[in-house]
Each structure stands twice: as C-alpha cells, then as structure tokens.
C-alpha cells in the first residue's frame, strides 16, 4: 500500500481490494450517507464491484490523483476517505476535493486536516491551477469544512441528483482555491 501523504492524525494511503467491508460499514451508517443518499447504504456488492475499482484504476493513472483511505496515524483505524479527482467534463488542472469521515470522527477538525493537506499536496506537487469542492447548500457542516481549509464560495448551482435528499430543493454550492490564492495564503502566515 503506497502512502500518500502523513498529517499529525492522518495516513492517506491507496486503497486496496480488502478495503470494501470497510467502505460498506462506512456507508451503512445513514448519518453518513444523508446528503449522498438520503441515507441509503451503498451495498456490498456495488463497492466491490464499481467503487474499488474505480478507486485503482485512479491509482494506476496517476499517484497524486484518486481516492484513498484515511487512517488514524495512531491507531491505523479506518477514519474514511478523501478524493482529488477531476469531476468528468472538467479539466485535470482543476481535480474536485471530496471526503467521507465515520460520525465518530466529526467535529475533530480531520475532515479540515485532511483536506488541507491534499490542497498543499496539489499546489506542491502537481500542475493543479485550482482546486474545487462541491455540496449541498444545506450541508452546512461541508462547506464550514471547505472554508476552514481555504476555500471560498464561487457559485450556487442545481444538481441533477439520482435521488431525492431532503434539502435539495435549495441546490448546492461549489467552493475553489486557485494556485495564487493559495500561495498567498502561505505567505500570509
């Protein structure tokens, strides 16, 4: 397993076959799964079948972009995961930020850790000119998340999503930090 990155709390490691039950114990939490399904479960069978080879085939293109699993750097439990991933239709240059963290680890500030770290990765790393993070206007705790890492609102938009999810009906808003609004950020510090 290839280690991505290391934060004070986080290992961001690739992930491998053998990660699908914990995929399915995450997303069987209907807390987790309130503003992705509505609280339905993602089932075994489609993790393994479509997600983690989804996940490898990220891997294998390229080492700075994908999915992997977030892990307690003290205990090596599975936390969840964070993407840097291009949304289909959208340049390399400006990969999406996204994550799903156990309840048990919200409001630990790991989802911020986290996604400041992968931030940091892309402007240090890659050829990245901004990176984006979408959720739904009502998922205030998302969006707190993406302005504790440095992102600022750029727009409200409508989704076309496969399900209903109460709060929908609001639409959904879309954070980026560009490669000089981070660089002045840095230098600001």
Same mark, same amino acid.
């Given at each position: ?11 961001? $490691?690739?992930?491998?076959?053998? %990660? ?6 995450? %997303? ?44 307690? *750097? ?15 239709? =959208? ?11 156990? $309840?048990? =680890?919200? &409001? !630990? &500030?790991?989802?911020?850790? &986290?996604? *400041? ?9 890659? *050829?990245?000119? $901004? ?8 998922? +205030? ?21 496969? +399900? ?9 808003? !879309? ?7 981070? !660089?002045?950020? *840095?230098?600001? +510090?």
């Amino acid at each position: 397993m290839k280690i991505l990155l290391q934060t004070p709390r986080l290992v961001l $490691r690739e992930f491998t076959e053998a %990660d699908a039950g914990l995929l399915a114990a995450l %997303d069987a939490d209907p807390s987790v799964m309130r503003f992705i399904s509505n609280g339905v479960a993602t089932p075994l069978q489609e993790i393994t079948a479509e997600h983690i080879p989804a996940y490898l085939a990220y891997h294998r293109k390229s080492p700075d972009f994908g999915f992997w699993v977030a892990q307690s *750097r003290e205990s090596n439990n599975f936390l969840g995961w964070f993407h840097l991933r291009s949304e289909l239709g =959208c340049p390399e240059t400006e990969p999406e930020l996204g994550y799903r963290l156990h $309840r048990s =680890c919200w &409001g !630990q &500030g790991l989802a911020t850790e &986290g996604s *400041r770290a992968l931030i940091d990765h892309a402007f240090l790393h890659t *050829r990245v000119t $901004r990176v984006t993070a979408n959720t739904m206007v009502v998922h +205030v705790a998302s969006r707190r998340v993406m302005e504790k890492s440095g992102l600022v609102l750029v727009r409200h938009f409508i989704a076309d999503w496969p +399900v209903h999810i109460d709060g929908d009906e609001h639409g959904d808003v !879309q954070y980026s930090i560009t490669r000089e609004e981070w !660089q002045g950020c *840095r230098e600001a +510090v």
